[in-house]
C-alpha cells in the first residue's frame, strides 16, 4: 500500500502487519496496567550513556533544547525548545500533519482547547483513573512509579547499592534503626536481604541459611538504590488542576475553615502550646449545619467524608465541595476533544464513516518520575488521530494504521531497525480495547514508546453519550441495520487511535540521527567529524549558503542566493564566520544537509558547490538551477 493512502469512503484498508516482539504497557487508567516487563528494558550500557549525554550536550550548546528557567536553576519537569529545536520540532509536526490529514481525503484536523469543561474528564475516566502508583523509599526517600520500578529476580539477592561508601554507612543506619537488622557492608554496596519468595523478603545473615526476619514483598525495588523498604503504593492524579474565572477558590475555602471549622474548636484548647483537644463531634455538627445537602447525601464526597468520622477526610471533602466546580484541567492528552466535538465535525463537514479527526498539541502531566531528557516530560506535544469506523472492521483498519504509522517512522529514520512493534498482552488491554499495539523505538536505555495504536471500539462515544446526554450515533442512510434489516443503521463508530508524542519522537530522531565519523582531512590529519544525520525534511536549516571569503563580491552573490532560496520557501541561513571547514562542521553538526558554497569560480561561470552533509561530496551546481535542485532533493530524498 502506498505510504500516501488517500482513502476514501467504503474503502477497506489491507494488511502489511509488522512484527510484533514483546515489551511494555500502555496509558489509561494506569492503574489497571500491566507493570513493564524487565526484559523491556535492558541496562542502560556506558557508551550508550555517553550517546545520550553528547546528545543533550549538543541539544544546549547548539541551541535545539534548554533547560526551562535555567537561569533560576532551571524546572526539571519542563524543556524549552530553542532556535533549531523548534524548526526541528515544527518539521517533524509538519511532517506527521501532511501525511496523517493533507494527503487523506479521509482524515480532517482539529484544533481544540487545552482547557475544557471538566465533565469530559470524568467521562473519559482521567478525573477517577488516570493515576500512577507512587511509592517512597523508606531509606533514601526516593520517591518513584511502581509500574517502572526495577523487579529483580526472585528468589535472589537484593543488595542495596549507594553512591559511596559514606553514604551505605548512613543507610544502612537507618535500616537498623527501623527495621532492627544490620546489614553488611562491602563498600558502597549493603548485603544481607533476599527476595525469598514472589511475596516476601528477609534478611539472612552471612553464614546463615535462612531469614531470620522476613517483609512482605512486592517484587520490585526503588530505582536508585535498589531497597526492597517501600511504603505502601498511593494513586497520584497526574491531572494539572487550575481555577478558572474571576473568584479566588482558595479565599473561599479560607473563609469557610475560618466561620465553619475554626469555631467548632473547643474553648479548652490551647492553641499555642501543641495540646490540642478538637470537640470532634462539635466540629462534625457544624459541618453539617453548614452543609446540611451534602452531609445528608452518603454517596457525596462530603457525605461520606463526615459519616467517615475522619476530620482530615472531612476538611479534604470541603475543599473540594467549594473549589472543585471552579476547577479545571489541562488537558493530558489531545484525543478526549475528538470525541467531544465527534458529532460537530461529522455534521459540519458532512463527514462519512471511516473518516478521521487529527489534532497535533500540548498535553500535561504531573508525572512523577521525569526521565531520560524530553523522553517524559510534564509539558509536552501530541501528534494524535481517531479514526471512527464501522463497527466490525476495526481490526482491519488496526492493521491498515499499523502499516502506516511504522512506515511514517521509519522514513525519517536512519536506522529502521531500532523501531519495533510491541503487542499488548490481553491482561494489559483496558476492558474496552480489543487490540493495542506499542511503537517501540530502542533508545539508549532500552526499548521505549513512541506511540500507542489501539482499538477502542465504541468506548469513548459511548461515553460521553451517556454522560453528556446527547446522542453521539452516526446515521448511515445507504446501509440497513443489521439487527433490524431496515435503513438507516444508527450506530457509534468503533476507533483506532495512533497516538504519538512530538517532544519524544524529536528525541527519538535526535538520537537516530546522532553520529561520529573519523576522517581524514585534506592535509592527511585524521579528525573527528559529528553529524546529525536528519532526514533534509526534518533538518532546522535546509541550505547554509556560504562565501568563500567576505571580499571579491562573493558576500553578495550570496545574500542573492539566500534571498531567492527564502522566496522560494526553502529555510536557508547565510553564514560567513570562520573558515569554510569550520564553518562545514558546524552545519555537519546542526543537521544542514547542504551547503552552498560562493567560490572565485561563481563570479566567473555562475555556479556554486554543492556540499553534502552525508558524502562531503561536492558538485557544482548553476546558481540559475540551485532552488529547484534544493527542491527535489528534499522532495525526493531517500536514503
Ligand atoms: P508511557 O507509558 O511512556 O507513560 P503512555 O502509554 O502513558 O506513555 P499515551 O497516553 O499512549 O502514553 O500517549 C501517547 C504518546 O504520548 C506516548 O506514546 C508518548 O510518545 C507520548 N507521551 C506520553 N506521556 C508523555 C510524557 N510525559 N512526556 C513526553 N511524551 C509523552
Redesign the pocket.
Known amino acids: 500500500m502506498s505510504a500516501f493512502f488517500l482513502g476514501r469512503p467504503g474503502d477497506t484498508p489491507s494488511g502489511g502487519a509488522a512484527s510484533s516482539p514483546p515489551g511494555w504497557?500502555?496509558?489509561?487508567p494506569r492503574l489497571y496496567e500491566a507493570p513493564m516487563s524487565n526484559a523491556a528494558a535492558p541496562s542502560p550500557a556506558a557508551a550508550n550513556d555517553d550517546v545520550m549525554k553528547k546528545v543533550v550536550a549538543l541539544c544546549k550548546s547548539r541551541g535545539f533544547v534548554y533547560q526551562s528557567s535555567e537561569i533560576y536553576g532551571g524546572l526539571k519537569s519542563a524543556y524549552d525548545y530553542g532556535p533549531l529545536g523548534c524548526e526541528l520540532k515544527r518539521n517533524l509536526m509538519s511532517e506527521w500533519w501532511r501525511d496523517m490529514v493533507t494527503c487523506r481525503e479521509n482524515v480532517v484536523g482539529l484544533d481544540a482547547s487545552i482547557i475544557m469543561r471538566p465533565e469530559v474528564w470524568r467521562a473519559s475516566g482521567h478525573a477517577a483513573g488516570f493515576a500512577d502508583p507512587l511509592v517512597d523509599c523508606q531509606v533514601s526517600q526516593e520517591r518513584f512509579r511502581a509500574d517502572k520500578a526495577p523487579r529483580p529476580a526472585a528468589p535472589g539477592p537484593l543488595p542495596i547499592t549507594c553512591a559511596d561508601k559514606g553514604v551505605a554507612k548512613t543507610y544502612a543506619e537507618i535500616i537498623e534503626k527501623k527495621f532492627g537488622v544490620v546489614l553488611e557492608r562491602d563498600g558502597n554496596v549493603l548485603n544481607g536481604l533476599v527476595a525469598s519468595s514472589a511475596t516476601e523478603f528477609g534478611y539472612v545473615p552471612k553464614g546463615a541459611s535462612a531469614p531470620t526476619q522476613t517483609w512482605a514483598w512486592r517484587g520490585y525495588v526503588s530505582p536508585l538504590i535498589g531497597s526492597p523498604f517501600l511504603t505502601a503504593e498511593k494513586s497520584f492524579n497526574l491531572m494539572f488542576r487550575t481555577a478558572l474565572g474571576a473568584v479566588d477558590p482558595m479565599q473561599e475555602v479560607a473563609n469557610i475553615i475560618d466561620t465553619t471549622l475554626l469555631c467548632s474548636i473547643g474553648s479548652s484548647e490551647d492553641l499555642g502550646h501543641g495540646t490540642r483537644s478538637y470537640n470532634l463531634d462539635e466540629f462534625f455538627n457544624v459541618v453539617k449545619a453548614k452543609f446540611p445537602k451534602e452531609t445528608s447525601d452518603e454517596q457525596s464526597l462530603l457525605g461520606k467524608a463526615v459519616k467517615s468520622k475522619d476530620k482530615a477526610l472531612v476538611i479534604r471533602a470541603i475543599i473540594e465541595h467549594i473549589a472543585g466546580p471552579s476547577m479545571v484541567y489541562l488537558r493530558p492528552?489531545t484525543a478526549q476533544a475528538m470525541f467531544v466535538q465527534f458529532r460537530n465535525v461529522q455534521q459540519s463537514m458532512a463527514a462519512k464513516i471511516p473518516f478521521g479527526i487529527a489534532q497535533m498539541g500540548k498535553s500535561f502531566?504531573n508525572?512523577i518520575t521525569v526521565e531520560h531528557f524530553i523522553?517524559?516530560?510534564?509539558e509536552?506535544e501530541?501528534m494524535e488521530m481517531e479514526f471512527f469506523c464501522e463497527p466490525g472492521t476495526q481490526l482491519q483498519w488496526m492493521e491498515y494504521w499499523k502499516d502506516q504509522r511504522m512506515s511514517w517512522w521509519t522514513r525519517y529514520a536512519n536506522d529502521p531497525t531500532k523501531f519495533r512493534f510491541r503487542t499488548h498482552e490481553k491482561d494489559e488491554l483496558a476492558h474496552y480495547a480489543d487490540g493495542c499495539y506499542d511503537v517501540e523505538y530502542l533508545y539508549p536505555w532500552g526499548w521505549g514508546?513512541?506511540?500507542?495504536i489501539a482499538s477502542r471500539t465504541d468506548h469513548d462515544l459511548h461515553a460521553h453519550q451517556e454522560a453528556s446526554g446527547q446522542s453521539l450515533e452516526y446515521v448511515d442512510q445507504e446501509k440497513e441495520d443489521p439487527k433490524t434489516g431496515k435503513k438507516p443503521w444508527k450506530y457509534l463508530p468503533y476507533v483506532i487511535e495512533p497516538?504519538?508524542?512530538a517532544?519524544?519522537a524529536v528525541l527519538c530522531f535526535l538520537l537516530d540521527a546522532y553520529c561520529e565519523e573519523e576522517r581524514t582531512t585534506a592535509t592527511g590529519e585524521k579528525e573527528l567529524r559529528t553529524l546529525l544525520k536528519l532526514h533534509p525534511r526534518l533538518a532546522p536549516i535546509k541550505c547554509a549558503v556560504l562565501p568563500l571569503v567576505k571580499k571579491d563580491g562573493m558576500p553578495e552573490k550570496a545574500r542573492e542566493i539566500i534571498d531567492a532560496m527564502l522566496k522560494a520557501g526553502i529555510t536557508a541561513k547565510y553564514d560567513e564566520k570562520g573558515s569554510v571547514g569550520k564553518r562545514y562542521a558546524k552545519h555537519d553538526e546542526i543537521g544542514t544537509p547542504w551547503c552552498a558554497t560562493v567560490d572565485g569560480q561563481t563570479l566567473t561561470d555562475g555556479t556554486v558547490t554543492v556540499r553534502d552533509r552525508d558524502t562531503t561530496v561536492q558538485v557544482r551546481v548553476a546558481i540559475s538551477d540551485l532552488v529547484a535542485t534544493i527542491k527535489a532533493k528534499l522532495e525526493n530524498f531517500e536514503r
Not at 25 to 28: I, P
Open positions: 504497557r500502555r496509558r489509561l492528552e502531566r508525572e523522553f517524559r516530560s510534564c509536552f501530541q514508546e513512541l506511540e500507542g497516538a504519538a508524542g517532544t519524544r
